[in-house]
């Protein structure tokens, strides 16, 4: 059985472009995670939550809204940290309300921004600065 601390040092990365992806599993891999890659073209409906405590997803690929898609995950039981990316944060931050554990990142940003996303949930986790 996985222990908590445990699956706070592995991500889940759900993106539709292929060299974002590699360059997420990259900035995670240098701060100390392990990555797990999903490809939404099948849905997001078997996401291996029961992995990670970390899911790192691309707004576009979430449907059909993402307020929804958030509420979906924690009536899964799953109280881990939704790092949200989208090319207009200031305009999804007001529907997501007060979602516990939910960080907005507006593209572009730099993999700094990422890692402080991340420590700002996990800051005792050992998760290290990106090379």
Known sequence: MRTASMLETNAIVVVGDASLASALELALQAAGLNVILHDPTPGLDDLPL???MTLVIDQRVVRPDVAPFIAALRARAWQGLVI???DDARSL???LGEAHRVSVLEKPFQAA???AALRAHWPRRGVRPPR
């Open 50 to 52: 029961h992995q990670a």
């Open 84 to 86: 949200l990316m989208s």
């Open 93 to 95: 931050r007001p529907a």
């Open 113 to 115: 921004g990422l890692i």
